[in-house]
């Protein structure tokens, strides 16, 4: 069970960009997250008329690894740990570890 999801609110811990917050786009991999607005690379682009794109420089959001992030919980606007209880009818529950209260469900897409 992967302890940062999709659509979870985190901070980087460590980095260039250590400090800034932003929601999880998608999982790159098991090891790799694009978040948004963070690790951001300058992408030159040619202009291709057929789909209606301009040239010129793009930001582009490049992959980072989830151990240099943290979820953040909402209730103390800190990084936080997560931890999964299992329910007595087999269900698995995320937590934050300071707290031990329930993290909110991303919505599913």
Not at 41 to 58: E, F, L
Not at 64 to 89: C, F, T, W, Y
């Amino acid at each position: 069970m992967n302890k940062i999801r999709k659509g979870d609110q985190v901070i980087v811990i460590t980095g260039k960009d250590k400090g800034k917050t932003g929601v999880v786009l998608r999982r790159v991999d098991d090891t790799h997250l694009i978040v948004e607005g963070v690790n951001l690379s300058k992408k030159h682009t040619k202009p291709n008329p057929m789909k209606g794109q301009q040239g010129g420089i793009v930001d582009k959001a490049m992959p980072i690894d989830q151990s240099n992030v943290a979820i953040l919980n909402p209730s103390s606007k800190k990084a936080d740990r997560v931890g999964i209880i299992v329910a007595e009818d087999g269900s698995k529950q995320r937590i934050y570890k300071s707290d031990r209260a329930p993290i909110a469900s991303a919505p599913s897409a």
